[in-house]
């Protein structure tokens, strides 16, 4: 599914869409740069509720514009939400992905309540993730999210322009926390904070989390 165009000059935003409660899976080998969702020049946009599983490649993917990360004028992306949506079993086709993947800014983009789990591990350039901030990333919020079995990194950071945060996410032991191990210097200017491992099996953690998270995050934007 992609929401918005990526020639940015000519067209319209996507304002105030709401993609809510799909089920996207399946897509077949010969697709395998396929995303399951992706938004491009989104403002207040919403994506919740969604089942997204067995992908060759991205669950969510959400950009300014195809290629331009840096030189992005204020307020074109804004306040997209990302709101407990269920992401698994990706990137058998192709790597250099996350669960969820954004590219340049997104002021006030927040992404509450997601699961993320089974990504195989890839190798160098090619390698997998839950999360990723690329590009030009700049005002992303990750927040009460639940990884397991995520490919090679919780989060991967490649040259953000800073006020990013990762919070209150919970992920296993299989997993490493952040990519550039001993080089994090490129997280400055970004917040992680409260980042436990499992403490329960990820599979009851992920019952507790399709059972009672409703209405957590009601406070967000009602479209």
């Not at 058998?92 to 509450?112: H, L, S």
């Not at 952040?178 to 099996?201: E, K, M």
Request: proline residues 4%.
């Amino acid at each position: 599914m992609q929401l918005g165009d990526t020639t940015w000059q000519t067209t319209a935003p996507v304002v105030r869409c709401r993609v809510s409660q799909c089920a996207i899976h399946d897509l077949p080998n010969e697709y395998y740069g396929s995303c399951g969702i992706t938004l491009f020049r989104g403002q207040q946009c919403m994506i919740d509720g969604c089942e997204i599983f067995n992908l060759p490649y991205v669950g969510i993917y959400v950009e300014f514009s195809l290629g331009v990360y840096y030189t992005v004028p204020d307020g074109q992306t804004q306040g997209t939400q990302l709101l407990r949506n269920h992401i698994s079993n990706l990137m058998w086709g192709m790597g250099d992905g996350a669960g969820i993947y954004g590219n340049g800014p997104n002021d006030g983009m927040c992404c509450a309540g997601n699961a993320i789990h089974d990504i195989p591990r890839g190798v160098s350039s090619n390698s997998r993730h839950a999360l990723y901030w690329d590009s030009g990333t700049r005002g992303r919020t990750d927040v009460d999210t639940l990884i397991f079995r995520a490919g090679d990194n919780v989060l991967h950071e490649h040259d953000t322009q800073g006020r990013n945060r990762l919070y209150r996410t919970v992920s296993d032991s299989t997993t490493i926390l952040y990519n550039q191990v001993g080089q994090n210097v490129g997280l400055a200017g970004n917040d992680l904070i409260d980042l436990p491992v499992l403490t329960a099996s990820p599979e009851t953690l992920l019952a507790q989390w399709g059972a009672g998270l409703d209405a957590q995050h009601r406070y967000l934007l009602d479209l």
